[in-house]
């Protein structure tokens, strides 16, 4: 890794042991006064500290290879062996590189020249009498940045078992999804003074999983923020590295079916400049069969399709193809694109302008309800090119057209007065299965919001024809188009025909008829006097239709149900007599038993 000339005082504070930093502070205060071979003795004595006490933060690891080769020194040191002692030292470079992988095979040589030039600085038996080993200041300031920048400034992990160490933090669901704080994690790991080696494989590790590999979401979001932090930590060599071997991966490794990863992954991560032209071509035939809307399924929206036709749109030699490919939607589809990215995009990669520009030229032809969807929250320039049309299509709406919008143009002050002057003819000359249809399926959307007086309006309607209408046939609109809005509007007018209600109870004259009958005595069972509850109870045990329905027995549950709460827990005369009844039944009729047992739940233990 290239570095600039880097101050001497910097160096010192690199040093990572405090032994080691104790010698390098010698060797620099030795450099200064020009003594270059005790500057150069020094640096070797920093090194072989540095390295010891690497061993015994390895051996805390649970290393058993730094464990052996600490009670080795310890031995040879205690009982005073010193050739081979000596020994022990001259093997430090080899032992740094295999088995531990603290250093490179270069910069293994370059610790080695290091002892070389030590052994000639310590010993002058070493050299030529004649020729005595001169030290000179580069070669000493080489030896002090070699040792520091290749050994004593980095962590005891390098090599192999720093990258497991790495991908095994990463793969931690307590790794840091955020990059500012995975960058912050990795600055006290392997990588904050890592090799080039060990950066590579990182890089290029999480790339060929991110490309390949069908992980849990979660994890690909660790990784990503993993790769993230290690990009912004090494942004040059990062790019270098994907430079060289991105379109590689991608060409040899990634399968058809995984080529949405690579999408996602070049959108993601922006260090690279360049991809081979293969590799482009496969990216762009990838989009162009990109099915956004599922055509069998009446144009539903593809999501996972759409997030990625998104990506790409974030790739400089894609956004051609995504340009071209979004003139060729329907202004339906175009509508749902826009919807998605509001509510599901926050940052879309199309912008506002590309999208509008499209939609623009579709203004023209568009149906009511399409250009109510292509108005903005916040563009009101974007608005008036709509409101020209719109207030076209408002006059000519159906009555399930403007309730189906309506909550979106009233907030307009422009479409208000226009709208409600339409709402208002469609009401008056509206039929009333008109109505009930439009109150089954639109109430719920205008309440909650400030269009009461709509509803109102509608309420309004509703009464007036339903009280034209042949009592009989209204039940039966009822039945057609029921839900709580309609059931609690025409509740007045059931109890206004009681007698009527009851007299068609007891004349049900089938299954279904009984059912629907008693369903409509459920609705206004408040309303009903003793007389009355009396005459529907006994018209249960004398009409067949009634008691042998498999519907009404539990219906008369709730009855029953409903007439204990309306008179405080107790239960009426008529429902003791009405049980007494039900014991003439069959006694292997599931539900008539059912309803027995309900009924004697409140009654005393005889």
């Not at 995009?345 to 023209?364: W, Y």
């Not at 916040?378 to 709509?386: A, V």
């Not at 339409?422 to 009401?427: E, F, K, N, P």
Request: charged share 25%; net charge negative.
């Amino acid at each position: 890794m290239y570095e600039a000339f880097i101050d001497l005082d910097e160096l010192i504070v690199r040093c990572r042991d405090k032994q080691a930093r104790k010698f390098i502070k010698e060797a620099v205060a030795c450099y200064r006064a020009g003594a270059y071979r005790s500057c150069i003795v020094a640096i070797w004595n920093a090194v072989v500290f540095d390295f010891l006490h690497k061993l015994r933060e390895l051996e805390l690891l649970g290393d058993k290879e730094a464990l052996k080769l600490l009670e080795e020194f310890e031995k040879l040191s205690s009982e005073k062996k010193f050739k081979e002692l000596w020994q022990f030292e001259s093997d430090i470079p080899k032992k740094a590189l295999n088995p531990f992988e603290l250093i490179s095979i270069v910069e293994m040589s370059d610790i080695e020249r290091l002892f070389e030039d030590r052994s000639r600085c310590a010993h002058p038996s070493m050299t030529s009498l004649e020729e005595p080993f001169e030290a000179t200041a580069e070669l000493a300031r080489y030896h002090l940045r070699s040792a520091i920048t290749h050994l004593l400034e980095r962590p005891p992990v390098q090599g192999r078992a720093a990258r497991e160490r790495i991908f095994q933090d990463i793969k931690s669901e307590y790794f840091p999804t955020n990059p500012e704080l995975a960058i912050k994690y990795f600055q006290k790991s392997p990588l904050a003074r890592a090799r080039l080696a060990l950066i590579k494989d990182v890089v290029l590790g999480l790339t060929i999983s991110l490309l390949t590999e069908n992980l849990p979401e979660d994890e690909r979001e660790r990784q990503f923020s993993a790769i993230h932090a290690v990009s912004s930590m090494f942004l040059e060599q990062t790019r270098e590295i994907l430079n060289e071997k991105l379109s590689d991966i991608i060409l040899n490794k990634v399968v058809d079916t995984n080529w949405d990863k690579v999408i996602i992954y070049l959108a993601d991560v922006k260090n690279w400049d360049t991809l081979t032209e293969p590799c482009q071509l496969k990216a762009l035939a990838f989009i162009e069969r990109l099915n956004m809307f599922d055509t069998s399924r009446y144009n539903y929206l593809c999501e996972q399709n759409v997030y990625i036709f998104f990506k790409a749109a974030q790739i400089s030699f894609l956004k051609e193809a995504i340009y071209v490919k979004l003139q060729l939607l329907t202004l339906k589809q175009l509508l749902s694109l826009k919807e998605f990215c509001q509510e599901k995009l926050q940052n879309s990669s199309i912008n506002e302008e590309v999208m509008e520009s499209l939609l623009e030229k579709a203004i023209p032809q568009a149906s009511f309800h399409e250009l109510v969807s292509m108005i903005s929250k916040d563009n009101n320039s974007w608005n008036e090119k709509i409101y020209l049309y719109l207030m076209e299509k408002i006059k000519e709406a159906s009555l399930k057209g403007i309730l189906r919008n309506l909550s979106e143009i009233t907030q307009e002050e422009k479409l208000l007065k226009i709208t409600e002057q339409r709402l208002l003819y469609l009401l008056e000359n509206a039929c009333l299965e008109e109505l009930l249809e439009v109150s089954k399926y639109y109430v719920y959307e205008l309440s909650g919001s400030n269009l009461e007086s709509a509803i109102e309006l509608l309420k309004t309607s509703i009464i007036k024809l339903s009280q034209q209408v042949v009592f009989d046939k209204l039940i039966l609109m009822k039945s057609n188009y029921s839900n709580e809005f309609l059931d609690d509007l025409l509740k007045p007018i059931l109890i206004e025909n009681l007698p009527k209600i009851v007299s068609n109870f007891r004349l049900s004259y089938s299954d279904y008829d009984a059912a629907f009958n008693a369903n409509i005595l459920l609705e206004i069972a408040d309303s009903l006097n003793p007389a009355q509850w009396e005459s529907i109870l006994k018209a249960f045990c004398e009409n067949n239709q009634i008691y042998g329905s498999s519907r009404c027995p539990g219906i008369f549950e709730s009855l029953f149900n409903q007439s204990i709460v309306l008179n405080k827990n107790s239960v009426q005369p008529y429902w003791l007599s009405f049980r007494e009844n039900l014991n003439t039944f069959h006694i292997s009729d599931k539900n008539i038993n059912r309803l027995k047992q309900v009924i004697d739940s409140y009654l005393p233990i005889k």
